[in-house]
């Protein structure tokens, strides 16, 4: 089971394109993307589980659910079309239909996706005319990664290769997410291709199993989006034989994609706003990799924890703190903590460590927390960012 990080991205993949222009929904970045495959793709998708759930969320959600099958994904950034009631289900179904017009392909081979400010009209007048204009490109990936942006700092986007069945099959995602992001399924949006032959069930298999271990074991302020949506597209150009979970190969595809989310995800805790610091939490020991995931959880998403690496302040009482209060079956007596090479407790008894070291580890860009629960096999990692006084600055005037 070899995989490959390349450099690479969403048209990487054989048989996509993609692009991104400036519509004026957002004062100067550009704010639509699009993404088209050559055929239509076997799709698969999670989705927010919050009750609350934008109107292009729950028209891609019926027609994936219905077809198996995507072929373009229109996105834009800087209006969520959330809680804007018939008017914005029909122009979610506008911007879905002025697509696949574009395209000259039917309508409900069009996933769409938008992110932004919840509550406030989408400016069909501004959108619907800038969809018409959008020429995708084998090169216009890094446009679209640009188009999807919002509080976001930098494109997130990763890329890797494996051979599979003796073919050469490539897996490539781009993602954004700076803040809202306690995702109960996936990121704020998050759109990965393939070349691979697999049918929807199975992707939809494989992209679930994935996203349990990355993008739900992030945090950054513990808000879930109304707009929360992965996407991944598989179109099968790479003429590999169909892929189930009884091929041999089967272990190869799900690190491709085990692999993309999980750069994907510790991209957007390292982007989280006002962030300075990644914050990695592994956990060792637990009852189960399920309550392992739990305690990580808990532990990454403190805010004492995460005000604590940002001020360089190694006090694990705090990481002690959350452990006790994560809902997991812990012995109190058992507990190893470290952060970074340095161990601060042994089975629950404070060790002395120098604070001028610790402090000196805490100034890097990321900060590891290891747990030992000595409590079982189970073990797992969630990931988050420390919490400063620029998250306070940006969310304070975010519409304006």
């Known amino acids: 089971m070899t995989i490959k990080k390349i450099s690479g991205n969403i048209t990487t993949p054989l048989g996509f394109k993609a692009t991104g222009l400036h519509s004026g929904v957002k004062k100067e970045r550009k704010d639509l993307g699009l993404i088209i495959s050559e055929q239509p793709a076997s799709a698969a998708a999670v989705y927010t589980l919050n009750a609350i759930k934008a109107a292009p969320l729950r028209l891609t959600k019926e027609n994936i659910g219905e077809t198996g099958r995507v072929q373009a994904i229109i996105a ?3 209006n969520a079309n959330a ?7 029909a122009d979610a179904l506008t911007m879905q239909e002025a697509t696949a017009s574009l395209l000259n392909i039917q309508s409900n081979l069009v996933a769409v996706a ?20 959008l020429v995708p490109e084998k090169d216009g990936a890094e446009e679209f990664s640009e188009a999807i942006l919002t509080t976001d700092t930098f494109a997130k986007t990763t890329c890797y290769e494996a051979e599979i069945a003796e073919k050469k099959v490539t897996l490539a995602g781009t993602a954004k997410g700076s803040g809202m992001i306690k ?13 691979a032959e697999i049918e929807p069930q199975y992707l939809q298999q494989a992209l679930s199993e994935a996203t349990d271990t990355t993008f739900n074991c992030i945090t950054v302020d513990g808000d879930t989006s109304t707009n ?6 598989a179109n099968g150009l790479a003429r590999n034989d ?13 690190k491709l994609i085990q692999s993309a989310c999980e750069d994907l995800a510790k991209l957007i805790a390292r982007d989280g706003e006002g962030a300075t610091k990644l914050i990695e939490v592994d956990v060792q020991g637990a009852i189960s990799d399920t309550e392992a995931v739990q305690v990580a959880k808990s532990v990454v998403g403190s805010s004492l924890v995460k005000t604590a690496v940002y001020g360089t302040d190694a006090n694990w009482g705090r990481i002690i703190a959350a452990i006790g209060y994560s809902g997991a079956s812990v012995n109190p007596d058992t507990i ?6 340095i161990q601060m407790l042994k089975d629950s008894q404070p060790l002395d460590f120098s604070e001028e ?5 805490m100034e890097q860009d990321t900060v590891l927390i290891t747990i030992d629960l000595k409590n079982g096999e189970g073990s797992g990692k969630a990931w988050g960012c420390d919490l400063t006084y620029d998250y306070v600055r940006i969310n304070a005037s975010y519409r304006s």
């Open 76 to 78: 834009n950034s800087g």
């Open 83 to 89: 809680c804007t009631g018939p008017q914005g289900d």
């Open 114 to 133: 938008s992110t932004g400010v919840i509550g406030q009209p989408m400016p069909m007048d501004i959108i619907k005319p800038a969809i018409e204009k």
């Open 183 to 195: 995702p109960n399924m996936a990121t704020m949006l998050g759109f990965l291709t393939t070349d």
């Open 228 to 233: 929360d949506m992965v996407i991944v597209m």
């Open 242 to 254: 169909s892929l189930t979970p009884d091929h041999p190969d089967w272990p190869t595809f799900t």
């Open 336 to 341: 190893d903590t470290s952060i970074g090479h």
């Open 357 to 361: 070291e610790a402090t000196a580890y």
